[in-house]
């Protein structure tokens, strides 16, 4: 497998950044997951926190055990928190993109300088 495809196979599939490790593009790859890591943190931290909040109330009491009064509930508490949490995930999917995209340039510039290489 080229070294190209594996990058953007890695960057894609696995986590943002990675493909740039692989190539040895330490700096890049770690900016990238460092990153996407504080987007997703962001995001899970944000729906735990309105699933256990949530969780809290059902147990105690304060909202009856009802599919339909919890499900409007989680769409109200998930549309009061929409504006950070989109961000986010903007954030994310940029650097998946960002990720996967200099994956595969640096990894064809690594495959030409190689071919170029071993041209006598």
Known sequence: MRKSTAA?????????????LYLKRWSLGLVLMGVAASATYFIISVSLTIA?????????????ADIGAIANLVSQQL????????VATTVLLVCWVIGVVSAYRQG???EQ????????
């Open 52 to 64: 256990l909040e949530l969780s809290a109330k059902i147990q105690s009491g304060i909202i009856p």
């Open 108 to 110: 064809r510039a690594l």
């Open 79 to 86: 549309s009061a928190s929409a504006q950070t949490t989109n």
């Open 113 to 120: 300088l190689e071919s170029m290489a071993q041209i006598p």
């Open 8 to 20: 953007v196979m890695l960057s894609a599939l696995v986590f943002p950044g990675i493909g740039q």
